[in-house]
């Protein structure tokens, strides 16, 4: 009597063997995956390793130097929130600012921390463990805080706000630069979910945050243009394995491949954006 496996169509054998190996570094297929879960998925590894050289934002080095010209904090403590494999808390640090860095990733800060030795860097980044949402620095620790591409994972931004507005000093600036994606599309919202981004805030969102946890002085650059030949590689680059993917129904699991195309494909739905505020 012929095996189960050998009555199997030829080609289902084919798509479940793909599958297979798929799963092997596809993500954990949870609905609503954590920032841990997200970043730790082998496909999130390999992806940002393969096309950001593990440096953990989209918009590269142009917009570390926006980044600091928007700080416009010649010396003194910054703080990175959310400062992945370290490379924009050392950006800054050759800069001559002296950057407290946290992540809540726990490889991230091991990435972080071997570079930041690996550079020579260890007086002027420290990297520690820590939650946005709970950072306990005292009052009026920094003259700058910044984000780069994170504060779209937080769960309440408010809350975060307020406590970037504590631990400033008078006068110090805040720089959030971020990805900001309309939320028009069902596609764009299953991206956003499934890498944990649901703070997209629509217009006019960042300005009222800002002004409720106490800043003033608030601007806006639009930097789409900027980024969006980095968006275009990953949406290229994507195009095959997430039409494959498709045709196996698995492409939820592939986070990553999905966010690159469809953010290229969607672009008119978003943009990119360097908001700066200051604490009076
Ligand atoms: C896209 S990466 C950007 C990393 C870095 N800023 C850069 O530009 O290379 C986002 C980072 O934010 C971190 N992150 C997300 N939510 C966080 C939170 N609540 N507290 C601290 N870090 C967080 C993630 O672990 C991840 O390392």
Not at 85 to 98: E, I, P, Q, T
Request: proline share 4%; glycine share 8%.
């Amino acid at each position: 009597m012929p095996s189960k496996s050998s009555s199997m169509p030829s080609q289902r054998r084919r798509k479940l063997r793909l599958r297979y190996v798929a799963g092997l570094v596809a993500n954990n297929g949870a609905y609503y995956p954590s920032v841990e879960e997200y970043y730790s998925s082998l496909e999130s590894r390999f992806g940002y390793w393969l096309l950001l050289g593990n440096a953990r934002h989209c918009a590269l080095r142009a917009m570390e130097e926006k980044l600091y010209t928007r700080l416009d904090t010649k010396d003194g403590s910054v703080l990175d929130a959310g400062a992945g494999s370290g490379y924009v808390a050392m950006y800054m640090a050759r800069k001559g600012l002296d950057v407290q860095a946290v992540d809540i990733t726990p490889h991230h800060i091991v990435d972080a921390r071997k570079n930041v030795h690996k550079h020579h860097l260890d007086d002027k980044v420290q990297v520690e463990y820590g939650n946005y949402h709970n950072l306990t620095y005292p009052d009026a620790s920094f003259n700058g805080i910044y984000t780069m591409e994170t504060f779209v994972h937080a769960d309440d931004p408010l809350k975060v706000l307020q406590g970037f507005y504590r631990m400033l000093k008078p006068g110090g600036v805040l720089v959030l630069h971020e990805a900001d994606f309309s939320r028009n599309s069902e596609v764009l919202q299953d991206v956003l979910r499934l890498s944990h981004c649901q703070n997209t805030l629509e217009e006019g969102g960042y300005e009222r945050l800002l002004e409720e946890a106490g800043f003033t002085d608030y601007s806006l650059e639009d930097l789409t243009d900027e980024v969006l030949p980095m968006w275009r590689l990953f949406g290229i680059v994507g195009y095959v394995p997430y039409q494959m993917f498709r045709l196996l129904g698995i492409q939820h699991r592939f986070t990553n491949v999905i966010a690159g195309v469809e953010a290229y494909l969607n672009w008119g739905d978003g943009r990119y954006i360097s908001v700066r505020a200051v604490k009076p």
